[in-house]
């Protein structure tokens, strides 16, 4: 019903023009650093009125952390996070209450139940409640810094420039819809299940809770169908699982291969237009003459980029979670790689140090599937390199998630204390 996910459960609440919206995250790993501002960034993209196109409603959508915080820190427990509604205008609906409006859930909501529904801005189906998915992503996102994921529009009303999309939109009186795609890198390989819990599907379940969206797709999608096999096939080049292409979008068999996830969706047009529309009038019975009131989207695609970054974010962390690529106590571990002669000086001198420190004010570290990549990459058979698997919560030295190369990576801000380093690994372990 309202809850989505495994490890990662999700559940959603709230109205349109109810107090509030909000959301609960269970299974948020502990120690996670969690303040509001880091929400804002995110939640910025996808508010209306400040771009042309989208809605002038607008909404503080500042994220109150109900439950599950502490001290900064995330303990565990269910993580609870509510969105005020200040800025509505319950009046334009109960005006047009007559008409259940084409496109809207407001005749299957009435069948479903009863009457009982609040249909001000939608209720419970309005696109206001994507505010709580972005957060849910947010968390996701964080829980995953080595998987950058990032989403962007790819046409408006036909067209990739989206002003000329716009402008055919605005001739018309009308509104129009769009294409989004997104992409993650670094996803491990083995991610998912074969049939009903493979990738595409859990993906594709939660994408399709996004309001508007009407169809997703992996890779090529749709166009594979107009290709050869031995066009379509991405063809390993290497023992990493590595492919000249990437017709299949990162997912084979229902399982992550390791290469770049790609998907798109494909955003409806706004159901509130302007343009005089013919149909049903519940009081009368009859087809009328009817058009939408009230503030809405000329394209609602223009703000379906956070949400989608972060309902992929949310399936991915749920199968890493489950996977046991993300550990229950945030972060547990992080790691660094160096030579066997810089540890024995380490040893010597009773900390642990390195001359990035002195160049640019922090040393590179890594969690341990970026490590792995790196081992494999560049230092497989070298006897002398070693990892240090270094205690977060022993460290002393203060931790920052970076971005780096398009990745955030772990930046070590001061010396390394030895009572940190749980432990020294050869290289060929993660080679």
Wanted: net charge negative; charged share 20%; hydrophobic share 40%.
């Amino acid at each position: 019903m309202n809850q989505f996910g495994n490890k990662f459960r999700v559940s959603i609440f709230g109205e349109s023009h109810g107090q509030g919206v909000g959301i609960t995250l269970d299974g948020v790993p502990a120690g996670l650093p969690l303040q509001p501002e880091d929400f804002l960034i995110d939640l910025e993209r996808r508010k209306g009125g400040l771009q042309k196109g989208t809605t002038p409603r607008q909404e503080d959508d500042f994220p109150h952390l109900l439950t599950g915080v502490f001290k900064g820190r995330t303990t565990g427990a269910p993580l609870t996070i509510w969105f005020e509604n200040k800025n509505t205008r319950s009046g334009d609906y109960a005006k047009q209450r007559a008409f259940p409006r084409p496109g809207h859930a407001d005749f299957v909501a009435h069948a479903k139940y009863g009457s009982f529904e609040d249909y001000r801005g939608g209720g419970h189906f309005s696109g206001r409640l994507t505010v709580c998915l972005v957060a849910a992503g947010v968390v996701a996102k964080r829980l995953m810094p080595f998987v950058p994921v990032v989403a962007h529009i790819d046409e408006v009303g036909g067209e990739t420039d989206i002003e000329k999309g716009l402008q055919k939109a605005i001739a018309q009186k009308d509104s129009i819809g769009g294409i989004v795609s997104c992409s993650a890198k670094g996803v491990p390989l083995g991610i998912g299940e074969p049939f009903w819990d493979s990738l595409e599907s859990r993906l594709a379940h939660a994408l399709f809770a996004i309001p508007a969206v009407k169809g997703v797709e992996f890779g090529s999608g749709f166009a594979a169908a107009r290709m050869y096999g031995s066009e379509h096939n991405d063809a390993i080049v290497d023992v990493h699982g590595n492919t000249a292409t990437n017709h299949a979008g990162g997912i084979v068999g229902g399982i992550s291969n390791g290469n770049e996830l790609t998907l798109r969706i494909a955003i409806k047009p706004t159901s509130s237009t302007p343009k005089d529309q013919q149909t049903l009038n519940w009081e009368t019975g009859q087809v009328d003459t009817f058009s939408v009131k009230g503030r809405h989207d000329l394209c609602i695609a223009l703000r379906v980029p956070p949400v989608l970054e972060a309902v992929t974010a949310m399936v991915l962390a749920d199968a890493m979670l489950e996977a046991g690529h993300i550990a229950s106590i945030w972060p547990q571990h992080i790691y660094h790689i160096t030579t066997k002669q810089q540890w024995a000086l380490a040893q010597q001198a009773g900390f642990y140090t390195a001359s990035s420190l002195d160049q640019e004010g922090f040393i590179h570290a890594s969690d341990y599937w970026q490590v792995k990549s790196t081992g494999e990459r560049f230092y497989a058979g070298e006897p002398d390199m070693v990892v240090l698997q270094i205690a977060a919560k022993k460290l002393l030295a203060e931790v920052k998630y970076e971005d780096a190369d398009e990745a955030l990576f772990p930046h070590i801000y001061g010396t390394v204390n030895l009572d940190a380093v749980e432990a020294v690994l050869p290289i060929s372990d993660f080679a």
